[in-house]
C-alpha cells in the first residue's frame, strides 16, 4: 500500500537515498520516506531540486514493479497524471504533463517525479520513485519557469491533504500499471499533454529532434511527426519550437 509505512524525516541528503537503501534492505512496497528539507535534492539529468524546509512536499516510495523494463516510462507519467489529479481536485488547477516527468500549471512547473531502478535481466527488481511538488515555496525562492501552489492561489495551504490525495491517486493508478490495465489515465495523460499537437524539439544526449507532438504510448515512450516520418522517443528534454540544426 502506497505511504505505509510513512517515514517522517526532519532534514536528509535526499529521500532518494535513504528510500532506495531501505529497499535494498528489503523494505515493503509503498515504504514512503518524506522530508522537511533535502541538503542535496536532486532532479533528472544531474539537475538540483531545492527548496526551503517546509516549503515542498518532497518524498520517496518503494515500488516493487512486476512489469516488464520497457513499461519502466509509465512509472513517470502515472507519478504526474497522479499529481495533476490532486491539483485539479483541491484547488481546481487544470495541469498539464510534460513528458516525461513534470506537471505544469499555466506553463510554469509546480511538481517533479524522478525514478531510479535496480534491473535485473528484464525486470525492474526496484523502482523508487521521487516526487517534489512545490507547495508553499515563496516565488522569489523558485527558479524561472517554475511557480507553487501558494504563488497561484495567493495564500498558504496545508500541504497534508495534497500528499494524501496524491498518495491515494497513485495507489490506483499503480494497481492499475499492475495488472496492465492502463487505458482510462493514459487517455488523460494525453489529452493533458504539455504540447500535444505543437512543434517541439527533443533534446537527448546525441541529437536535436523537431516535429510535431503525437502523444505517448503505452509504454511512456513519447512519438513525434519528424520531416523524416514517425519517431519513437524514450528520453530527452522536451523544448516549444522546433530548433535549428534538429532533424
Ligand atoms: C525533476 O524535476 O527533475 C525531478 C525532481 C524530483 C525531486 C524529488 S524531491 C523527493 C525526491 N528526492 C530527491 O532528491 N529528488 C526527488
Not at 96 to 121: H, M
Request: zero cysteines; charged letters at 25%; hydrophobic letters at 40%.
Amino acid at each position: 500500500m502506497i505511504g505505509r509505512p510513512l517515514v517522517r524525516l526532519e532534514s536528509v541528503g535526499s529521500t532518494q537515498d535513504i528510500t532506495f537503501e531501505l529497499a535494498e534492505r528489503g523494505a515493503a512496497e509503498g515504504t514512503t520516506v518524506l522530508a522537511r528539507y533535502q541538503q542535496t535534492g536532486r532532479g533528472r539529468a544531474g539537475r538540483k531540486w531545492e527548496s526551503v524546509p517546509g516549503d515542498a512536499l518532497m518524498f520517496s516510495i518503494v515500488l516493487r514493479p512486476s512489469f516488464s523494463i520497457n513499461r519502466l516510462g509509465l512509472l513517470s507519467l502515472l507519478a504526474g497524471d497522479a499529481i495533476a489529479g490532486a491539483l485539479n481536485e483541491l484547488y481546481t488547477f487544470t495541469p498539464a504533463v510534460k513528458w516525461p516527468n513534470d506537471v505544469l500549471v499555466d506553463g510554469e512547473k509546480v511538481s517533479g517525479v524522478l525514478t531510479q531502478t535496480r534491473i535485473r535481466g528484464t525486470a525492474p527488481v526496484i523502482a523508487v520513485l521521487g516526487i517534489g511538488i512545490n507547495v508553499n515555496s515563496d516565488q522569489k525562492n523558485l527558479p524561472s519557469g517554475a511557480s507553487s501552489v501558494r504563488s497561484i492561489l495567493g495564500h498558504h495551504v496545508d500541504p497534508e491533504p495534497l500528499f494524501r490525495t496524491v498518495l491515494t491517486g497513485l495507489e490506483q493508478r499503480y494497481r492499475n500499471l499492475q495488472v496492465g490495465d492502463v487505458s482510462g489515465w493514459l487517455e488523460r495523460i494525453d489529452q493533458h499533454l504539455w504540447l500535444k499537437g505543437e512543434d517541439v524539439t527533443l533534446h537527448d544526449a546525441e541529437r536535436l529532434r523537431s516535429g510535431r507532438l503525437l502523444g505517448v504510448d503505452d509504454t511512456g515512450a513519447l512519438h513525434l511527426q519528424t520531416e523524416e516520418g514517425p519517431v519513437r522517443i524514450v528520453s530527452g528534454e522536451l523544448v516549444r519550437g522546433p530548433r535549428k540544426g534538429a532533424s
